[in-house]
């Protein structure tokens, strides 16, 4: 029998409780990071703006699974990194390591672990995790209160989304972390480091499943 998911990753996803990025958690004991300006749609540290629901001109789909969450270019040069789908719905262990759900599948999405596959799965490395979840009107409201409460660094994207993000790379928050909140989806990519760096490799990957899961 397979032990509970992977040491490394329970380092990694345990940072997600303190980011905020529940339906109903405890607030982070975190101060907030401020957050890159080098581009104008990528940066949260655009003025705080009152939650809005956008015009819709898209409409989210939700992938079959997480080898559908992000193009092929993508999952290409995570390949040329040597960073592969190791845990989620798809993934080479599926769901039997993940002990914890995230909030994202506890509201019925999906979360995908990308990482080094050591060939043990007491030593598998997570870089990057990955969730998207559809919303309506009143868990749309539910999230974004949730986010704003955890002191996430609010801005809104080029889409006119609403995105929360924190740099990371702090002692009090060591991962980057990256959400868009859209009429009708909640994308988040947490990051297993910190930094600028880290931080904007984030809002690409979000930006991706975004590109990806809308028609």
């Excluded at 397979?2 to 109903?24: D, F, K, Q």
């Excluded at 719905?89 to 599948?105: F, R």
């Excluded at 909640?186 to 984030?202: M, N, P, Q, T």
Aim: hydrophobic residues 40%.
């Amino acid at each position: 029998m397979h032990r509970p998911l992977i040491n490394s990753a329970a380092r990694l996803l345990a940072p997600a409780v303190l980011l905020g990025v529940t339906l109903a958690g405890c607030a982070s004991t975190a101060e907030p990071t401020t957050a890159p300006t080098t581009t104008e749609s990528a940066s949260p540290s655009e003025p705080t703006v009152e939650p809005t629901t956008p015009v819709v001109t898209e409409t989210f789909a939700m992938p079959a699974d997480c080898t559908e969450i992000l193009p092929p270019a993508n999952i290409a040069k995570f390949e040329s990194d040597e960073i592969v789908l190791l845990a989620g719905p798809g993934g080479k262990y599926g769901d039997e390591l993940i002990t914890d759900p995230t909030p994202e599948t506890v509201a019925g999405g999906i979360s995908c672990y990308f990482g080094v596959d050591n060939e043990d799965i007491n030593a598998l490395s997570v870089s990057y995790l990955v969730s998207a979840v559809s919303l309506d009107a009143t868990t749309r409201a539910e999230v974004i209160s949730d986010l704003t409460a955890q002191g996430l660094v609010q801005s809104t994207d080029e889409r006119g989304d609403i995105s929360f993000g924190v740099l990371g790379g702090s002692a009090g928050q060591t991962t980057a972390n990256y959400n868009i909140v859209a009429v009708d989806s909640w994308i988040s990519v947490i990051s297993s480091k910190g930094g600028e760096k880290a931080f904007l490799s984030a809002v690409k990957l979000a930006d991706a499943v975004h590109l990806n899961t809308y028609e």
